[in-house]
């Protein structure tokens, strides 16, 4: 097999436009395609992964070759943002040994390649996996031989990629939510040293890769986390070889673990790395304005507990686009799960997660250590930056949904930002994202996040918050930002 070699520096895509924002006909309503249309497709951040790697971490994905052959805007998000690679697929028992001793290499030789065409790494996955097994290794008795198989897979496999691989998920959801071992045919063939024998035989086949136990439920402190700890905390204690635990983090909404960072610290406290290696958050669907505020917020908690804590390498998103997502197979009306919408615009995820990292508008300037002003604060003089705003109203009942794209119709561009929206009588902020929300009297005020604050001319950005109203509703208005008055259409 001829070895990969990283051939030069990251391929940027096309630039992406500025972020996109999703109005709602009520609460449970699909996204508006004018306001989609208005504020266009993608992000205008710099490449994520390069944010993330100022804190020495990784920003990985899950990849599959086929998407990315076929579909150009997976491919391009894929090269630009990511800088650890994970096969979803490609490098499961099924895909690389259908049958055995035969082993088809095309896929998973193409997430490698395309790895290190973009210097990004590879995340192994997985070596040892009950699901996605070939029904001849499934139906094994005979220990002698069942063991026999799992070493040779693990050395074909890890041993082709060896010097390749950053980390290999070497055994994969071994365990039960109640902490008992799963009853694979591993477990039920070989008992509980089939996993020490596993992490053994990767060790042996790629000496260079960190080896990773990977799990899902177990982003408490719980039953089957506690199980995980104490079997990495044996390991640790007789030498046996093993350097990382994952955390797949198949959430749903508004259900992120409190305890999460500290379960993550308990770990890396062994001598083990962290990595959160699956991550989205589902919903109902259609999504709610509402959901996806949550969500917004339940992105940032969690890279939060992965930047708090020293031994988190990083956080895998388990795709990119919706459009792909498993959920809505294995979950049935549930999705929305991930940062990027079917159509790749951008959810309000995307933004919190990139504020987290501590990801650069693409307009930023490098940060001047010897200049005291700071560039994102509202008070700073506007120079002749102009505005408009464009509002999306969509009421139900006593509630609606607000969405507003404040657009630069200036020459320069708009460094820090405070817009105030005039309100009807009676009008009551509820919640707002993507903006600090306030209210006073009849006017809310809308001040930047960290990761909008730049507005180049020409550009806009979105922002949206849910209000009641008694009485009959009416418009929004009047808007002035940085205490200019703003057009409105």
Not at 18 to 24: D, E, H, K, Q
Not at 243 to 263: E, R, Y
Not at 360 to 375: A, E, I, K
Request: with cysteine.
């Amino acid at each position: 097999m001829k070895k990969f070699l990283i051939t030069g520096a990251l391929a940027l895509s096309t630039a992406l436009c500025a972020p996109a924002v999703i109005a709602f006909g009520g609460p449970d309503a699909s996204p508006s395609e004018a306001t989609q249309s208005a504020l266009g497709i993608g992000h205008n951040f710099e490449p994520l992964r390069d944010a993330a790697e100022r804190s020495g971490r990784t920003l990985g994905v899950a990849y599959a070759p086929h998407l990315a052959s076929s579909d150009s805007q997976y491919r391009s998000i894929a090269e630009r943002e990511f800088s650890i690679i994970t096969a979803e697929n490609a490098m499961k028992w099924d895909a690389t040994e259908p049958q055995r001793g035969q082993f088809r290499w095309t896929e998973a030789d193409a997430v490698v390649q395309f790895a290190q065409d973009n210097d990004a790494e590879v995340y192994g996955h997985t070596l040892v996996w009950h699901s996605q097994l070939p029904q001849w290794a499934a139906n094994l008795t005979d220990p002698a031989e069942l063991r026999t198989v799992m070493v040779d897979h693990i050395n074909s496999v890890a041993g082709r990629y060896a010097g390749d691989i950053a980390a290999w998920d070497v055994v994969n959801e071994a365990f039960e939510d109640n902490g008992s071992r799963r009853q694979s045919v591993f477990q039920r063939v070989l008992g509980d040293g089939y996993i020490e024998e596993a992490f053994r035989a990767a060790r042996a086949a790629d000496p260079e890769a960190k080896l990773c136990i990977n799990d899902y439920s177990t982003d408490w402190i719980n039953a089957k986390s506690t199980a995980i700890y104490d079997l990495v905390k044996d390991f640790k204690e007789r030498n046996v070889p093993i350097d990382c635990v994952g955390f797949q983090s198949h959430l749903i909404v508004g259900q992120v673990p409190t305890n999460f960072q500290q379960n993550l610290q308990r770990f890396v406290d062994l001598g083990v790395d962290v990595r959160i290696t699956e991550l989205d958050i589902r919903m109902s669907t259609p999504p709610s304005a509402a959901n996806l505020a949550t969500q917004a917020q339940d992105y940032r908690k969690v890279f939060q507990a992965c930047w708090n804590v020293d031994g988190c390498t990083g956080v895998t998103l388990w795709g990119i686009t919706d459009s792909y997502s498993w959920i809505p197979q294995v979950f049935p009306g549930q999705g929305a799960a991930l940062p990027w919408n079917d159509d790749y615009s951008t959810k309000a995820a995307l933004g919190e997660l990139a504020e987290v990292i501590g990801a650069q508008h693409v307009s930023d300037p490098d940060p001047d250590p010897t200049d005291p002003t700071d560039p994102t604060d509202p008070t700073d003089p506007p120079g002749d930056a102009l505005c408009a705003v464009v509002p999306q109203v969509n009421a139900w009942n006593t509630g609606y949904t607000a969405n507003l794209t404040i657009r630069n119709t200036g020459s320069v561009a708009i460094n820090g930002w405070e817009l105030t929206i005039g309100l009807p009588e009676g009008h009551q902020l509820t919640q707002g994202w993507s903006a600090e929300f306030s209210q006073s009297g009849n006017d809310i005020v809308a001040s930047n996040a960290a990761w909008n604050a730049t507005i180049s001319p020409g550009n806009s950005v979105g922002i949206g918050f849910n209000a009641t109203y008694q009485g009959t509703s009416a418009d929004l208005g009047p808007f002035t930002l940085n205490g200019i008055a703003c057009d409105e259409s």
